[in-house]
């Protein structure tokens, strides 16, 4: 059973039970809920849900284990709903962000030692995503330093490298 192109879910489940339910879904919806003490009694039980596509995915592009852990927790300190995706598993297209809810800010974790970590059909997908005035956090290691000369880090976001430097504290 799964999540259709409308939010719809349908599973049947025997009845005079209590249980607790867990969804998981496809993007643009939130990845996972879960209802607790859900009674069905001898009639049967429906649970109709009408799901809102999330205004938040956390993409994760590091290959930093770490990293994907680190974010995922913060963001669910705060309570607020979002959507995850690996995007090494599943990658972002055009096509998924326009599903999602408006104004869809993108949390964009990528970088590497050796490099920015962003293609550049990842870059021209998040430069799509600007300039249809949606929002943008991207974090990661090095992303500014190996992208020198990049429009995306230096025109859309405006930010430039000046170098490494050694605090003397």
């Given amino acids: 059973t799964s999540t259709d192109a409308n ?9 005079n039970e209590y249980y607790k339910v867990r969804m998981r879904m496809n993007l643009p919806y939130v990845n996972e809920r879960i209802f607790d003490s859900v009674y069905v009694d001898e009639s049967g039980f ?10 938040i995915l956390y993409v994760a592009d590091d290959p930093s284990v770490n990293t994907y852990e680190k974010y995922q927790s913060l963001l ?8 995850y995706t690996d995007n090494d598993v599943n990658p972002v297209s055009p096509e998924i962000l326009t599903s999602f809810s408006k104004p869809l800010t993108l949390i964009w974790a990528s970088g590497g030692s050796n490099s920015s970590g962003l293609s550049e059909t990842e870059k021209e997908l998040i430069k799509e995503h600007l300039r249809n005035g949606d929002y943008l ?21 405006g930010v430039t490298f000046n170098g490494n430097h050694l605090s003397p504290f």
């Fill in 7 to 15: 939010g719809n879910y349908v599973k049947s489940i025997p009845s």
């Fill in 46 to 55: 429906n649970l109709d849900l009408n799901l809102k596509p999330v205004n």
């Fill in 76 to 83: 669910n300190s705060t309570g607020i709903e979002y959507a």
């Fill in 137 to 157: 956090i991207l974090a990661g290691r090095n992303i500014v330093e190996y992208s020198v000369g990049d429009s995306l880090i230096e025109d859309y976001i």
